[in-house]
């Protein structure tokens, strides 16, 4: 009985996973791409979502003849979807590079196309032994990014195994990189690609090479060594191996790569060259160019491009030695492999300190680099930083002096940290200011609260099942899925599997009935599938199965290893439909429809519009451009953290409020978004009226120290976990409300109220936030209505009701009126 209960929870949580229908679609497949001209290649034509006739005379190339078709049932949603497979023989009509042409199928107004696919005829069959029939399953390619280089230019070197067919314990003999220095580059990359109408698994590694001398070399090829199913080389194409094939070792190899290396031309500049090679610019920046004596500050010198840009050294900065102090610290390397190349940046920082005031300036710096597109060599060059050094406010001699040999310790005056002035912090930049942060939908948090909650009810239920007796339906269910297993024995033969079969299907259709027997006329199966729920296209599907199985049974038919594959999906298919429609329904109707993606592209430039207008001052335009993405339905804190920056650096202080608050909904413990709004709140007018604490302020005051996302996950983690216990105590006949129990329900009860609280307070407890400078608060909705009160930009306040163009809204005790919606918005 446990086993039947694992079972049972385990397809009713396989039906929690919502699913995603099919669109009419049609793909073509070939068992190989190269043959011999006595040779003869398979040829399966797919329809998913729909039916229509497959038009092959626009293959000229080859005979086609028909091999048969399949059919297959998937449940999708509580509806289902037939898969149809149609099977062609091809013989080609001549040798060289024939072509299968796209293929049309078109079901009533619907029409699809499969895509075209190239074939090879060879001569004779002795050109496909050499591999064992396994060049077309198995095959390795060298690549390599330029191979005309020069002495130390870089380059990317690309091995990569195409394999349509499992393969395993696979061993990699790497190049050989004679006279060439190697470095490995990130990790193996796992992709698929489609060649000529063929699925191959790609891996591929790359490697940075550099060659270390003038010369013509040869990369010898890369191999791999591995074991395969003995019969991988003659495969049909569509994985239908023997079960019991044996395994044999093959060695796969690469085809070489040559290689020409000529020497740098000689430099005859005056200038000393570095050896870099590739393309390479430099940049210069100094963090603040008005210093006192002993100050520091930090120039930072950045070098990047692609080539051996790690060779770059950065000679001293040509400052007097008289007047400076310079400290050089740790370079800082980064690197990148892209669409683009191997990219790649040297990061310099150097600290100077000023020993004497003065007007200086920091010179240009100067790389010199052999230019690989241009063939020539080029300078680079920074701007030169000027700086401005005055006399220190703390120092009373005229300079600082700094002696190796001083051994008096300098006495530093410790003072209190004060704001030397006042503004909000930077912008949010990065990959995740564009990305919508989803919440988790109130319909949604009900189905995973009480998922678990049904999955104990059903457990409940059969253990009580369990003393009283098995009813009809279970027991016939029960026999069914008996027969299932034994019709999954492939030494089965014709007659014992149809058996096996027949005895699925009527034992599925008697459980429906709640009745017992051991067979059923097509008659009876009918009367009894109308009383059930299913529709009639279910009816006839099933009908059609229980006609098959009988047909062939008992009409003589040889029985194909597809045809018994088919008949083995569709039964098992019945058992699923027969057994848990109505659970299925009522549980899939809670899911959640997906939202339409956002147009990221658009967003994206928007995005970055806006930060460049931040930076240049224009931040009116700033805000508007982030305020549009926004709009357009992207919901990220952190992006309305950005349009808040833009509208209170423009003096818009309600809107920047109004967003500040609508960031703080999405991440209230984020320190930048609470400094900035603190410092928008420094700028309001408006005291309101101190407030007495709300019974709720007491009893959820937790919910103030956590987010609403952790909230509201720790209560389905609890639930659970609870009914998990359970259930557990449940099968072992055991008392649930243990100590641990109760403590357990307790929590989890108390953290889902909050839950519900937080859910009531996001959709019924309204805020809203006043924009213009200043508004009139009134008794009624016309503008001759009494003015109440005044407020003014950035007040935060409850919306109490809403008609028309007009919200009546609540500020403190006694402070209630009408305001029109475009004066206060709801955050």
Same mark, same amino acid.
């Given at each position: ?18 699913? #995603? ?29 729909g039916k229509g006739k497959v038009d092959t005379s626009v293959i000229k190339d080859f005979r086609v003849v028909p091999r048969g078709s399949s059919t297959s049932v998937s449940i ?352 949010? #930049? ?398």
């Amino acid at each position: 009985m446990k086993r039947l209960l694992l079972i049972f929870v385990s397809l009713a949580l396989f039906l929690l996973i919502p699913s #995603q229908g099919f669109c009419f679609e049609v793909t073509a497949q070939v068992s190989k791409n190269r043959i011999s001209e006595n040779d003869s290649i398979i040829l399966k034509i797919t329809l998913r979502g729909g039916k229509g006739k497959v038009d092959t005379s626009v293959i000229k190339d080859f005979r086609v003849v028909p091999r048969g078709s399949s059919t297959s049932v998937s449940i999708v949603n509580t509806s289902y979807s037939k898969v149809l497979s149609h099977t062609y023989g091809l013989f080609p009509l001549k040798k060289g590079t024939l072509t299968i042409p796209g293929i049309k199928v078109v079901d009533g107004s619907k029409v699809a196309s499969t895509e075209e696919i190239i074939i090879t005829v060879l001569d004779q069959q002795s050109d496909l032994k050499n591999d064992g029939g396994s060049s077309n399953i198995f095959f390795a390619r060298a690549l390599i990014s330029d191979s005309t280089l020069l002495t130390g230019q870089e380059a990317i070197y690309t091995f990569k195994l195409f394999s349509a067919a499992p393969f395993y314990d696979a061993r990699l003999i790497e190049p050989g990189f004679e006279f060439f220095s190697v470095k490995k580059l990130g990790e193996k990359k796992n992709y698929t690609k489609n060649i000529s109408g063929k699925i191959y698994n790609v891996n591929e590694i790359n490697y940075l090479i550099t060659p270390e001398r003038d010369g013509n070399f040869t990369i010898k090829p890369a191999g791999v060594t591995m074991l395969i199913d003995e019969k991988a080389g003659n495969s049909n194409g569509f994985g239908f191996n023997s079960f019991f094939s044996t395994r044999k070792t093959i060695k796969i190899n690469s085809n070489t790569i040559q290689v020409e290396v000529n020497p740098l031309p000689p430099y005859n500049g005056k200038e000393k060259y570095t050896g870099l090679i590739g393309d390479f610019k430099i940049n210069a920046d100094l963090n603040k160019t008005d210093m006192q004596v002993g100050d520091s500050a930090t120039i930072t010198l950045t070098v990047s491009g692609t080539g051996n840009i790690m060779d770059t050294s950065i000679e001293n900065i040509n400052l007097p030695k008289d007047s400076f102090n310079i400290y050089d610290d740790q370079p800082e390397k980064k690197e990148e492999l892209n669409s683009e190349g191997y990219s790649k940046k040297k990061i310099f920082k150097k600290a100077i300190v000023p020993l004497k005031p003065g007007n200086f300036a920091i010179p240009e710096i100067s790389l010199i680099y052999f230019d690989t597109k241009s063939g020539a060599y080029k300078k680079t060059v920074t701007r030169p930083i000027a700086l401005i050094v005055t006399k220190s406010t703390t120092d009373s001699g005229s300079d600082l002096q700094i002696s190796e040999n001083n051994t008096k310790k300098d006495v530093i005056k410790k003072e209190e940290v004060k704001f030397t002035g006042r503004d909000i912090l930077p912008l949010k #930049q990065g990959n995740n200011v564009l990305k919508t942060q989803k919440n988790l939908s109130f319909y949604l948090f009900i189905c995973l609260i009480i998922s678990p909650f049904i999955i104990f009810c059903l457990i409940k239920f059969f253990t009580t099942l369990q003393k009283k007796g098995k009813p009809n339906s279970v027991i016939m269910r029960q026999k069914a899925i008996n027969s299932l297993k034994k019709a999954k024995d492939s030494n089965l033969s014709h007659e014992e599997f149809l058996n096996h079969i027949r005895s699925t299907v009527v034992s599925s259709i008697l459980s429906k009935g709640n009745i017992t027997g051991e067979s059923l006329t097509k008659d009876e199966a009918n009367e009894i599938l109308q009383k059930s729920n299913l529709n009639n296209k279910e009816i006839e599907n099933i009908l059609e199965t229980l006609n098959d199985i009988d047909s062939a049974k008992y009409g003589g038919r040889s029985l194909k290893k597809d045809n018994r594959r088919d008949l083995f999906s569709r039964a098992r298919h019945l058992l699923k439909l027969c057994s848990l429609m109505i659970l299925a329904a009522s549980i899939l109707s809670f899911m959640p429809i997906k939202a339409r993606a956002a147009q990221i592209d658009e967003s994206g430039t928007l995005f970055l519009e806006g930060v460049k207008e931040y930076k240049a001052g224009s931040f009116a335009k700033a805000a508007n451009n982030f305020e549009q993405i926004a709009l357009n339905g992207i919901k990220n804190g952190e992006l309305y953290y950005n349009t808040a920056n833009a509208f209170l650096k423009d003096g818009n202080v309600g809107k920047a409020v109004l967003w500040y608050e609508r960031a703080k909904k999405i991440m209230p413990f984020d320190a930048d978004l609470k400094f900035n709004l603190d410092y928008a709140e420094e700028k309001l007018k408006d005291i309101k009226d101190s407030q007495s604490f709300k019974f709720t302020d007491i009893l959820f005051f937790w919910e103030n120290y956590l987010s609403s996302d952790l909230i509201k996950y720790s209560a389905i983690f609890l639930s659970f976990t609870f009914f998990l216990y359970a259930s557990i105590r449940v099968l072992n006949r055991k008392k649930i409300l243990t100590t641990s129990g109760s403590l357990v329900l307790i929590l989890f009860l108390l953290v889902f109220s909050t839950a519900l609280f937080d859910y009531y307070q996001a959709y019924n407890a309204n805020s809203a936030i006043i924009i213009p400078e200043k508004i009139s608060v009134r008794s009624g909705l016309s503008e001759d209505s009494t003015e109440l009160f005044i407020l003014h930009a950035g007040t935060k306040v409850k919306v109490d009701k809403e008609k028309d163009e007009f919200l009546r809204i609540f500020f403190s005790k006694g402070k209630i009126g009408w305001v029109k919606k475009s004066d206060a918005i709801i955050i």
